[in-house]
Structures are given as C-alpha cells and as structure tokens.
C-alpha cells in the first residue's frame, strides 16, 4: 500500500445515484468514480440539475446508492450506522434550521450531540470544540444572537461552525455559497480552505462559483452531461472537461483566464 | 445546551406560583374554606368541621391533582408534537387521538340504548367511559404507528393523523344522527370536559400514565433538541429519526390519551401554553422548555378550573369553554405585543 493509498478517506468506486421507485430506478448520475485524499479541499460543479445534491445526499448516506459503493475510511459506507457516521462526517446543507429561535452558541452546541450524554450535557471537551468553531468561522461576537437576527452570509458561518463543532474529519456542503453576496462567497470559500489545509480535514462542497473554486480547490469533481470528471482544476482545464458543461451557445468556457464568458 | 441560573429561578418562582394555585385552588368553590383549615387537613389535625375535610379529601384534592396532571400532560404533549411537526399549529390531538376517544364514548353513549334497561345503566358508569374512551384514543394510535413504521415523511404522518381524525369524527356524527336527545345531551357533556368526579383510584392511574409520559419525554429532551435543525440535519448528528419519532408519538399518546381518557378532550392548553412558555423564555432548549411547559401547564389548568367553579356559586361551567376563553386571549395579547411568534 502506497502512502497515497493509505490517506484515500472518501472513494466511489462505479458509483451510480438517483431515485427508486417500485418500477424502476431512476438513475440521475452513474460511473461516479473518484478517491480524495485526507486535507483536501474538493468542489463539486455542474449544471443545475445534474445530480451535485443527489450525490452528495448519498455520499452522506442520506440516500441509498443505487449501484457502486462508497469507501468511508477504507470501509463500505452502508456499514455504519447513523450515530457511527456522525462521529466521521458532518454536514452543511442548503436547508435553514428549522426553529430560528436558537442562539447561536445552542445551535453551534447542537454539533456536538454525537458526543454528549443521552440529556445533552455539554463537557469542558465539548465547550472547547465549541469555542474553537466559534474562532475558526469569526463568530465569537455572534454568539448570542439568535439564528432569526443573522444575515445570510453570517447564518452561513454559523452552519459551518456547527459542522466544525461535531468534528469530524470530512465536511460535506451543499452549495454554501448560494444567497451570498460575492464577499460572502469568497469569504466562506477561503475560510473552507484555510480549514482544509490548518486542520487537515477533508471539505467537499458543491458550488456554482466554477471560476472561484478553480483558483481554490485541491480537486474538482466536474458532473457533465454524460459523463464525471475528477481531477487537479488544471488538468481539467487542459482536457477541456468545462467546455461541454454548459450550451456553447449561450455561454463559453475560456481555458486561459478560467472564466465563463456571456456569448454575444 | 445547559440550563442557566435565570432558568433556575424562573422555574422556582412558578413552582411558588403552583402552589399558591394550588391552595387558592382548594380554598375556593361553593363552599369557601379558609386556607389555614387546609393546611390542617394535610397535616392530619383535621378540620374545624368535618364536611369540610370530606369535601378537600374527597372531591377538591383529587380534582386539583387531576387538574395540574391534564394541564401539564397536555401542554408537555403539545410541545413534543410542534417539535417533531416543525409546526407551531401541532397540538397533542393533531394525530386524531381526541377523535378517537370521542368515538369510543359515542359508541358507549350512542350505542348503550341498544343494550337497554340495567345493563345499559351499567355500561354508562364513570370508568366505563374511561375504558370506552381510553379504547378509542389507543386505536387511533395504533393506526397512527402503524403508519409511523411505513412512511419516513413526518409531514405525511401528521396529514394522516388529521385524516384518521375526520374519518372518526364523521363517524360520530353518522351516530349522533340515529341517537336520541337524552344520549346527544350526555355525549355532548362528555365533549366538554370535566375535570371533577375522579375517584383516587382514577388519579393514581392517570398519575402513573403521566409518569411515563414525562419521562418519554424527559429522555427525548436531547432527540427533540436535535430536531430543531429539521429533520436532516438531526440525521446527521446520529439521531436515529424513526425510533425517536415513534418514542415522540408513544409519549404524547400515552399522556394525552389518558388524560382525554380520564377529563374528556380539553382543547387549547396543549396548543397555546408552548407558545406561551416560548415568548417568555426566549429558548427553543427543550430542557428549559420542557419543565417550563409542565408548570405553566398545570398552573394555567387551575386557574381555569378555579374560574370554572364560579366561586361562592353552585354552579360550575364547562372548563372546556373556560380554557378558550381565558388563554386565547392571553395568547393573541401576546402575540400583538411581541408582533413575533418564535418557533
């Protein structure tokens, strides 16, 4: 086993995802394949409707798989349970909180469930987590405000705090750019890699922001029309694997600057 | 998420408020009794007369407990439904548990005269109305697990609920159709709730029902915190969803259908104190709410009950009606103050 091998956490091996129904499968995406490695910073883009949170609903064993399987730490994710895949892998999703009556310390403390006592009490390890999430996401001075009196973009921070407070080795984020205004988005894009790279957790996210995640990823997974790519944003850039993402009529991917340009 | 010392001094001084209620409570009805004199009585020296002691020990007390375990019971049902619903209009009859216990006692009532004569007297005593009642509501919670163990969307499980609660209430009224006047009257008196007439052993059961209730609940404390983020994200912190949703349904049927059992189905309280509770703790932890919810509970129960007797009257009004009219307002007063509902 070679060192890269070992570091390998997260691997969809002939992954296929979607729905299925009594009649049949309903496959959105499939020969998903893909290893990352532990401390890198991973984007998911594609057009709208691709399947990005159908694979990441399934990565996080939110859905099952419909074909292929996934390694979580060299093991097949359908083995864990619920409460073990806490401890390994949090979430932030596009959905709000359903109550917004929490503070901002509570529902950063609500991370750390997967640890606490069967009544929530919090332990002087938890409050530590806590208040390391608090610094890392600069939401110290938010915490006692509560969820209903925060702006998108600082809501967002507290939704990765709360992912940093359960503390576990990979982060998955479903579109936390989405709302935000373009220094939210490279704020909460650059806060992800520092966290990549300082804590040497693994992030994959799943963004829009294709010519912002070019510049900042370790590795991107590009889903196209028929197919799935996964490789270093340069490398995907020379095998022009962004060109066919969108219509080339409307809109056209410029390998030199890394930007989409408008199409006159 | 921990329990700061406000809450602590918050929850003494409702606990002090209880038990104010509690004796002013005892104190007041047809006939008025010195509140010292009941003090007396508890301590075993008895009374200056001893109607009075027969009235605390026999009919007042028992209807005092029975009041604070229906309006705690109720309230802490509420509350564990609008958390796993996600939706401040849940109450503890959202899944049709009143509408099954009204059938189980319109079936009794409507269906007694089929019987006739002695046997149909029998069948219309005091407990068999619970165990008619207490069928009914156990029914509907079947169906409702039932559906529970099938279907993964809680939204889903709560329309069903609704549904099951329909169907058993045009049920009722197909009945009350080819009833007669004397029977409607009594079903209809049933339907307005009646907190007195419990004999110890009626209390010693509903006590032991909300025992169980609330310590379902006390250990779900952690689950329902979790839910707050909605269902996916509790998920994803290990919460196991169906398990937890079926422990959350268990409770609020075991506390509100013994309760709908024993006093008849008492609107309201279940709906309006958890939204009380909310605007004056500002919290969403189940752990402040919980007990916070338990007290103003029974608290506002009394004081409606106590208003129900009409002191110094011979009368004693529906505390169905009494509920409504003294805690809808409270809570639109609320509402209009604060221009926010928390949730």
Sequence with gaps: MNSEEKNIILEARNLSVGYSTKDADSVIAEAVNFSILKGEL????GANGIGKSTLLRTLTGMQNALDGTIFLNGRNLNEYSSFQLATHLSVVLTEAPASKNLSV???????RQPYTNWIGTLSEEDKKAINFALEATETTT??????????????????????????????????????LDIYHRAYVLKLLKKLASETQKTILFSTHEIDLAIQLTDKLLVMATNA???????????????????????????GKTGRFKIKN | MQISQTYRLQFFVLFIALI??????????????PIDEIVSIFSGNGASKETWRYIIMDYRLPKAITAMLAGGGLAVSGLLMQTLFRNPLAGPFVLGLSSGASLGVAILI???????????????????????????????????????FRIKDTMAILIIGLMFGSVTTAVVSVLSYFSNAEQLQQYIFWSFGSLGNQSWQGVLILSLCFIAGILLSVFSSKSLNGLLLGENYAKSMGLHIKRTTFIIILATSILAGSITAFVGPIAFVGLAVPHLVRQFYKTSNHLVLLPAVLLCGSLLMLICDTVAQLPFSEFTLPINAITSLIGAPVVIWLLVRKRKLFF
Excluded at chain 1, 106 to 111: C, H, T, V
Excluded at chain 2, 20 to 33: M, P
Excluded at chain 2, 123 to 131: E, N, R
Aim: with cysteine; proline share 3%; hydrophobic share 50%.
């Design chain 1, 42 to 45: 991973v984007g998911l883009v």
């Design chain 1, 105 to 111: 310390l509570e529902m950063i403390s609500l991370g």
């Design chain 1, 142 to 179: 938010l915490a006692h405000r509560k969820c209903y009196e925060l702006s998108d973009g600082q809501m967002q921070r507290v939704a990765i705090a709360r992912a940093l407070a359960q503390d576990t080795p990979i982060i998955i984020l479903d579109e936390p750019t989405t709302h």
């Design chain 1, 228 to 254: 799935t790519y996964f490789d270093d944003p340069c490398k995907l850039i020379e095998a022009g694997r962004f060109d066919s993402l969108f219509p080339k009529e409307t809109i056209d991917f410029d």
């Design chain 2, 20 to 33: 104010a209620a509690f004796l002013v409570n005892l104190s007041i009805g047809s006939v008025s009794i």
């Design chain 2, 110 to 148: 409507l269906g007694a005269s089929a019987f006739g004569g002695f046997f149909g007297t029998l069948l219309l005593s005091q407990w068999s109305l619970v165990v008619a009642s207490a069928l009914g509501s156990f029914l509907v919670l079947l169906a409702v697990l039932a559906v529970t």
